[in-house]
């Protein structure tokens, strides 16, 4: 079955340290979006990719960064300079907004 | 720019009860509407959408209907059931990406 797969599920980091989630899709999607969620709230958008070694920032871009080399993943890094690192990730794909994403189960990240 | 503004929760209903949780957007063009439901932990799933304006996304007893003339697409369901118990997003497909309201969350008791 085609999916979207998001790992580990949860993460433990030390403060100052870079940590990079795995996002692999076998949909053959051509775009793929990185989403923040903080207890309570809704979606931030991180970055996005339209195609294979291209990328755009999303609205919270500050303090992570990703990479495009294969159509099937899109991995984030959260670096040390993100602030607040503290979150739940979701992973998205899609092959056009007209019929919407398909979400990875998410990666719930803890800095501590 | 396009936006989604949706109600805010929680919506707390007994089992059984009827749910309507609005949702209205500003955009330019026709955009395609969605509704994505999110369990405790879990990821976003697509509960159900339309594409053109009067069109009614339909799935597991939820419907929406895309009124244009309204600028709405508010999610219902005649029965709920204690399983229902989620958090409802509204979104906005129009450009590269979709935009999507704040989220309502949905508690039902028996």
């Known amino acids: 079955d085609g999916g979207i797969t998001q790992s580990p599920k949860y993460l433990f980091r030390k403060e100052g340290q870079n940590v990079t989630l795995s996002c692999e899709q076998n949909l053959n999607h051509d775009a793929m979006y990185w989403y923040r969620q903080d207890p309570g709230q809704g979606l931030r958008l991180i970055y996005y990719s339209q195609i294979v070694n291209d990328f755009q920032k999303g609205d919270i871009a500050e303090g992570y960064s990703v990479s495009r080399e294969k159509k099937e993943s899109f991995p984030l890094t959260v670096t040390s300079a993100q602030k607040n690192p503290t979150a739940f990730y979701l992973c998205?794909?899609?092959?056009?907004?007209?019929?919407?994403?398909?979400f990875g189960s998410g990666t719930r990240l803890t800095v501590v | 720019g396009d936006s989604v503004t949706q109600m805010e929760g929680p919506v707390t209903l007994s089992e059984e009860a009827f749910l309507t949780i609005n949702c209205t957007y500003t955009?330019?063009?026709?955009?395609?509407l969605f509704w994505y439901v999110q369990y405790p932990g879990e990821g976003l799933q697509l509960l159900l959408k339309?594409?053109?304006?009067?069109d009614k996304g339909s799935n597991k007893g939820f419907e929406a209907t895309y009124r244009k003339e309204t600028t709405s697409f508010h999610l219902e369901k005649g029965s709920v059931q204690v399983s229902d118990s989620a958090v409802y997003f509204c979104?906005?497909?129009?450009?590269?990406?979709?935009?999507f309201g704040t989220g309502t969350r949905l508690q039902v008791f028996p």
């Open positions: 998205a794909s899609s092959k056009g907004t007209a019929y919407g994403y398909t």
């Open positions: 955009a330019t063009g026709y955009p395609s």
């Open positions: 339309a594409t053109k304006a009067d």
């Open positions: 979104a906005l497909g129009n450009t590269d990406k979709l935009i």
